[in-house]
């Protein structure tokens, strides 16, 4: 069956960096957009970034573009977001999901349990 699973949370200074990681299982990501989502307490549900089925298009929340990057390696079926000068306000619980097609855009169907992101000094 479908399964995504992150890892790399944890606690970070400001400033610092994290890579966190989503393993995909029961499909192959070169047919699906994945994105990754983060929710800090008492906020809604925002998008932070997205890639295409193809892994050559990708999208940013305004709030983390020029500092995370999100990419992929196909022999691991593996989705990562690489986070560098963190903040305290990316302080969240990170979640990776499949979206319902090849390119961004459509919800998704398939979620992670996430990952917390804290940081903080």
């Known amino acids: 069956q479908v399964q995504l699973v992150e890892s790399g949370g944890g606690l970070v200074q400001p400033g610092g960096s994290l890579r966190l990681s989503c393993a995909a299982s029961?499909?192959?990501?070169?047919?699906?957009?994945i994105a990754w989502f983060r929710q800090a307490p008492g906020k809604e549900r925002e998008g932070v970034s997205c890639?295409?089925?193809?892994?050559?298009?990708?999208s940013y929340a305004d709030s983390v573009e020029g500092r995370f990057t999100i990419s992929r390696d196909n022999a691991k079926n593996t989705v990562y977001l690489q986070m560098n000068s963190l903040k305290p306000e990316d302080t969240a619980v990170y979640s990776c999901?499949?979206?319902?097609?090849?390119?961004?855009?459509?919800?998704?169907?398939?979620w992670g349990q996430g990952t917390q992101v804290t940081v903080s000094s």
């Open positions: 999901a499949r979206v319902r097609g090849r390119f961004c855009g459509p919800d998704p169907d398939y």
């Open positions: 890639l295409s089925y193809s892994g050559r298009s990708t």
């Open positions: 029961g499909f192959s990501l070169d047919s699906y957009a």
